[in-house]
């Protein structure tokens, strides 16, 4: 499905008249709003990141192949929004304990940032996994589930669905790996 995010690509945005134009943002606004708010839960904080992600968009848009790269582009500029409204609102509640820790203070706020990051990166991508889930085949959903969600042994499994160990790290293998092309598609490598 074609979407009309590219016409957000270099300063033809402006030129376009304001019906289009507001299509576009309710595209944009649809493409993030539940991502965003399933990380922050704040409907208002929501739309203030959507909207500052869409002004970043314009101003800063790279030159991409393709609707896909946009996406994906749009997607790190929202998270890093989101990111760093989550870094405010916990600095904000933790400025009188890190005013009071002395030399250690800038540690424990950088040390802070980054498990904040890597909280909501979990998070999205356990809302992602979520998501593949309900794409997969019911038995492959069924082993993922009771490995991951439960945290039964590959023995629990086997006797659980009635199959041997052996078929169960079969069964668990290709379900993993069909995940983690899902996800590469989305994420990309985690080296970048």
Not at 100 to 116: E, K, L, M, P, R
């Amino acid at each position: 499905m074609q979407t009309n995010l590219l016409l957000l690509l270099g300063s033809g945005f402006r030129t376009l008249n304001q019906s289009l134009q507001e299509e576009i943002y309710r595209e944009f606004y649809h493409f993030l709003y539940k991502p965003i708010l399933y990380m922050i839960n704040d409907h208002s904080a929501t739309e203030d990141i959507i909207q500052e992600a869409f002004m970043a968009t314009l101003s800063k848009c790279p030159a991409v192949e393709n609707e896909e790269h946009m996406k994906a582009w749009i997607k790190v500029v929202a998270k890093n929004f989101t990111i760093n409204y989550i870094r405010k609102r916990k600095k904000s509640r933790n400025d009188v304990s890190l005013e009071f820790t002395g030399d250690n203070s800038q540690i424990a706020h950088t040390a802070a940032a980054v498990s904040v990051e890597q909280e909501v990166e979990a998070k999205s991508l356990e809302e992602q996994i979520s998501l593949h889930l309900e794409g997969m085949k019911p038995d492959q959903r069924n082993i993922i589930e009771l490995k991951w969600k439960k945290g039964l042994t590959y023995k629990e499994i086997a006797v659980e669905i009635q199959d041997t160990e052996v078929a169960v790290k079969h069964k668990l293998h290709r379900a993993r790996n069909y995940l983690k092309k899902k996800l590469f598609k989305e994420w990309g490598s985690r080296d970048d």
